[in-house]
């Protein structure tokens, strides 16, 4: 399988834009009706523009090639694009605050006017003559028209600093750059796969298996430690506590020792079985066989 790089540089949101107008309307109290007319009926608000993002040239499209098919990752350098993408796409445009320790979300269903496009294209360059009736079909095709997109930001991964971790701070932002991005498309593979089949912990458990495998060509246990906050002892202060019920979490400290023990096994079982050459298949086959019941 191999990371198709579509749009890469300052263009990226642009090139975006022309699939997802809503990104023209800047974040601002009471912009939810030019929201509604971008994202529904497809139409730019008139003289928009897209000064409200600041662009990098590290900006990107990404398509990443998985046993559930193809996912598109967008990743934004900078934090204030990052957290303006949320706004408009998640919020409506309405300029709520994003939460800090936001790194990285997914959007199901999204309208994509751009393949709307195409699909007019297509369809008059065939010889229709009655778009608006074959385009009121096709709206009620499931996913016809709808986009799942993946949108991360920058920064060390799990909030860990890099002197915590093998690398230096520049390596360790590229690194944390993949692992958060095949973190999330281990999500993703796991709902169109198994949709049914969920246990919070160990799906960020095995998530982080696949990022580390993807990112560093092996799974590092004492990292997947870190990320979680887990210690043959107890709880160390980490992801862990966001995944558990109130019941969990009176008894963290057991579970975390629980979860430690098993991402140790984890460590031997990706070794074993030189789950780098694979690591999709890795986690699908960790999902079949759970070593976590929560």
């Not at 929201?35 to 662009?55: E, K, N, T, V, Y």
């Not at 862990?240 to 019941?247: K, P």
């Amino acid at each position: 399988m191999s990371d198709a790089v579509m749009t890469k540089g300052k263009g990226t949101i642009q090139s975006l834009a022309r699939r997802f107008p809503q990104l023209y309307v800047a974040p601002a109290e009471g912009a939810t009706e030019a929201h509604r007319a971008a994202a529904g009926r497809g139409i730019a608000p008139q003289g928009a523009d897209l000064s409200h993002f600041a662009g990098s040239e590290d900006d990107e499209l990404r398509e990443v090639d998985t046993p559930a098919g193809p996912v598109e990752v967008l990743f934004l350098k900078k934090r204030a694009d990052f957290e303006t993408f949320l706004q408009v796409v998640g919020h409506r445009a309405e300029p709520v605050p994003i939460a800090r320790a936001v790194g990285a979300i997914t959007y199901r269903g999204l309208a994509d006017w751009g393949k709307v496009a195409s699909a007019c294209e297509e369809y008059l360059s065939a010889g229709g003559t009655d778009w608006p009736t074959e385009f009121a079909r096709l709206a009620h095709v499931p996913g016809a028209f709808r986009t799942e997109l993946v949108v991360i930001s920058e920064g060390p991964y799990s909030n860990v600093p890099a002197s915590e971790t093998p690398y230096d701070k520049d390596t360790w932002l590229r690194v944390s750059r993949e692992v958060r991005l095949h973190h999330e498309c281990a999500h993703v593979v796991c709902r169109r796969l198994r949709p049914d089949d969920i246990l919070p912990v160990w799906d960020e458990v095995t998530a982080d298996v696949c990022g580390l495998l993807c990112a560093c060509g092996a799974y590092d246990a004492s990292l997947a430690c870190r990320f979680l906050g887990v210690s043959k002892t107890g709880y160390d202060g980490g992801r862990l506590a966001e995944y558990l019920d109130e019941g969990q979490l009176a008894a963290i400290d057991g579970v975390a020792a629980e979860v430690h023990d098993v991402v140790l096994r984890l460590e031997e079982m990706a070794s074993a079985r030189d789950a780098a050459r694979d690591p999709f298949g890795f986690l699908l086959v960790l999902k079949q066989e759970p070593l976590l019941t929560y």
